[in-house]
């Protein structure tokens, strides 16, 4: 079965430093989301991409949230400097519009 | 923009009984509502979804239900096991196929 490859599984960084995870997305799949969850809430959304294209990024942080997808095809996603309510699961998921919708195993930050 | 709730927050029930757990949504524009499993530490599953063409979808003992009217759709889990206890999230696609969680429902099934 296909799968979401994300990296790290988790991270420990100090706050004010750089950090950045990196997402592959099932072969194929033009639709990338970066979402993180909070413990104990449900993940949201901070960014998505329709190949190279950011679609929506409403809700991303953008004075230290940064992220790319260059080629239409693997993503990442950079804070700097890290905060500590920065502290997540950091998913990533792809699909064929809603169909096929896969996330991948996340990476844990914890910012100290 | 759209917004889901999600209630209740935790349902604990015995082993073979019924758990039913709620969403409500407030964009009609919406179209498709997956339903999630998550297990501490894991990522989550998709474990049914509905679209709006549809009012009741049904996967052995998984059930999801749909108004539209109402604005509002429902995961049924009958015959509960222990390996079901989990956070279950449903979600809401207003368009461009991003979704939108709710809070999430832990459930503990007792044997």
């Known amino acids: 079965e296909a799968e979401v490859a994300q990296s790290p599984r988790y991270k420990i960084t100090e706050k004010s430093q750089a950090v950045a995870f990196w997402c592959d997305p099932i072969?194929?799949?033009?639709?990338l989301y970066w979402y993180r969850q909070i413990l104990g809430q449900g993940p949201e959304l901070l960014v998505q991409?329709?190949?190279?294209?950011?679609?929506?990024d409403s809700q991303l942080p953008k004075d230290r949230f940064s992220a790319e997808r260059l080629k239409g095809v693997d993503s990442t996603l950079k804070i700097q400097p890290a905060e500590l309510g920065d502290s997540a699961m950091y998913l990533c998921?792809?699909?064929?519009?809603?169909?096929?919708?896969?996330f991948g195993s996340g990476t844990r930050l914890t910012v100290v | 923009g759209e917004n889901v709730e999600q209630h209740p927050s935790t349902l604990s029930v015995q082993e073979g009984d019924s758990a039913v757990i709620k969403c409500t949504y407030s964009?009609?524009?919406?179209?498709?509502f997956p339903w999630y499993k998550q297990e501490l530490g894991k990522r989550p599953q998709l474990i049914i979804d509905?679209?709006?063409?549809?009012g009741e979808k049904k996967d052995q003992r998984i059930a999801v239900t749909l108004n539209k009217t109402a604005k509002h759709f429902s995961l049924h889990i009958t015959e509960t096991q222990p390996e079901d206890s989990a956070v279950y999230f449903c979600?809401?696609?207003?368009?461009?196929?991003?979704?939108?969680f709710g809070t999430g429902t832990r459930l503990q099934v007792f044997p």
């Open positions: 072969s194929g799949h033009a639709t």
């Open positions: 509905i679209r709006s063409n549809v």
């Open positions: 964009d009609s524009a919406s179209n498709y």
């Open positions: 979600a809401a696609s207003p368009y461009t196929d991003k979704l939108i």
């Open positions: 998921a792809s699909s064929l519009g809603t169909d096929g919708y896969t």
């Open positions: 991409f329709q190949d190279e294209s950011v679609v929506d």
